[in-house]
């Protein structure tokens, strides 16, 4: 049609030739040395900062989900205590409840309640020998004992929880310290003993170690260990009473929310202690610790991606004339953009999944990873005694990884931008004038 004009049609965004010429750019030549140097350092870079990033995420979940596991497996989700009362006798303040058993009725009753044992506790010097160890007992039915999960758990510990009654169970710590095993027999003495006319004397008992548990908790094995209930309550002169109730609930994150139930059922005179109450101040801490190596992980990351800034500058200086001819030819400022943005992004691309790779590679072989550095260093790598737990965990999680994935990326494509509108923007008069 006369007067009509012709219009040349405009190519999508990353059309097959911006990813052919992006991809011709990221290929080594050796007239190029230092471009290709300087992709691979922004390749490397990337790799070890997500794998950092991952590894580290992976250790932050799994100690945390350890820590918590051994909270939940091995201790009381709610404890219940009672206010008190004084003693006309003594003039004392008793704190041991004499209707455990009415309560615990009571408190078995609540929808999300499992478990309810009464207890008895109290610290009392543990002797084998010529060893001495100060160790706090637990005074618990045997059938109680039995659904402690890592108390009862047949894979870490020795003997038979079956035959409790005939003696003690104490932790794996406790048996180091004192150098007992399975059918030795160890005397638990304490001050406040058997009272007569000339006052209190100590009370010495000896009993048959008749199963050694490992809760995966350093402060619990090295102290802990547990005596039939009415054995208990006649050691510590508790007869008919017990110290508090120990409440296992099906969820324990969420315990907060029975706590109004757990005191309307215990009476007016209970008081209440979760798990949360116990640890939380400690878990809090662990979150904030975990925050800030997020942050300074994720300034290392950045910092590798730095390093693709300063490969595609290298780039886009090296390929000036060729941004000129290409620009003379008619490639669009977009084009050009697109095409040196698909150079940085690539290289962020790659290296991200390879330090995803690699992290979850080495969290899932952590165990053997860890063993053969810790071998290396000649055992001193890993301190239960500071740490808690015995071993360094690991738990990937997906939102770990897409936390990773997503902030290396992210980082990756916006530093990418700068270079390539630098090159969009270049004159192909000024570059194609000395050429």
Not at 111 to 126: E, F, N, S
Not at 155 to 175: H, L, M, N, P
Not at 230 to 257: K, Y
Request: proline share 4%.
């Amino acid at each position: 049609m006369a007067g009509s004009e012709r219009r040349t049609p405009v190519p999508a965004p990353f059309a097959p030739f911006e990813w052919m010429i992006a991809w011709r750019y990221l290929r080594a030549k050796r007239a190029e040395g230092g471009v290709s140097v300087m992709t691979w350092i922004s390749l490397v870079g990337i790799t070890l900062a997500v794998f950092a990033l991952v590894a580290t995420l992976a250790v932050r979940s799994g100690f945390r989900a350890e820590l918590v596991d051994t909270i939940l497996g091995s201790n009381a989700h709610v404890t219940v205590y009672s206010m008190g009362a004084v003693n006309e006798q003594t003039g004392r303040l008793d704190r041991t409840i004499a209707d455990y058993q009415d309560m615990a009725a009571r408190l078995r009753d609540i929808d999300g309640v499992t478990r309810v044992a009464p207890l008895i506790k109290g610290q009392v010097m543990a002797n084998a020998r010529e060893r001495n160890a100060g160790v706090q007992v637990f005074g618990i039915a045997p059938e109680d004992l039995a659904t402690i999960p890592r108390i009862a758990d047949p894979e870490t510990a020795r003997g038979d929880i079956g035959a409790f009654e005939q003696g003690i169970a104490i932790g794996s710590g406790v048996a180091r310290e004192l150098n007992v095993d399975l059918g030795d027999r160890i005397k638990l003495i304490s001050p406040n003993g058997i009272k007569t006319a000339f006052g209190t004397t100590p009370r010495i008992n000896a009993y048959e170690v008749v199963y050694i548990f490992s809760a995966g908790r350093y402060d619990i094995d090295q102290v802990r260990v547990y005596l039939p209930f009415e054995e208990a309550q006649g050691f510590f002169n508790r007869e008919g009473r017990a110290d508090e109730l120990e409440v296992m609930v099906t969820e324990p994150e969420r315990v907060e929310a029975m706590s109004d139930r757990l005191l309307g059922a215990a009476g007016d005179r209970a008081q209440v202690w979760t798990w949360r109450d116990a640890s939380g101040g400690y878990l809090r801490a662990l979150e904030v610790e975990d925050n800030v190596m997020f942050i300074i992980l994720s300034i290392l990351v950045l910092i590798a991606a730095m390093n693709i800034t300063s490969g595609l500058i290298m780039l886009v200086k090296n390929k000036g004339r060729d941004i000129g001819i290409l620009r003379t030819m008619g490639l669009t400022e977009g084009a050009v953009l697109r095409v040196f943005f698909i150079c940085g992004a690539f290289t962020g691309l790659i290296g991200t999944a390879a330090g995803v790779a690699l992290g979850c590679v080495f969290a899932i072989y952590i165990d053997p990873i860890f063993s053969f550095v810790n071998m290396m260093m000649g055992g001193q790598v890993w301190d239960p005694s500071i740490r808690g737990i015995y071993y360094l965990p690991a738990q990937l999680q997906l939102g770990d990884v897409m936390s990773a994935v997503t902030l290396s990326l992210g980082l990756s494509f916006v530093v990418t931008i700068f270079p390539a509108r630098r090159a969009a923007r270049m004159n192909p008069v000024e570059a194609l004038r000395y050429e």
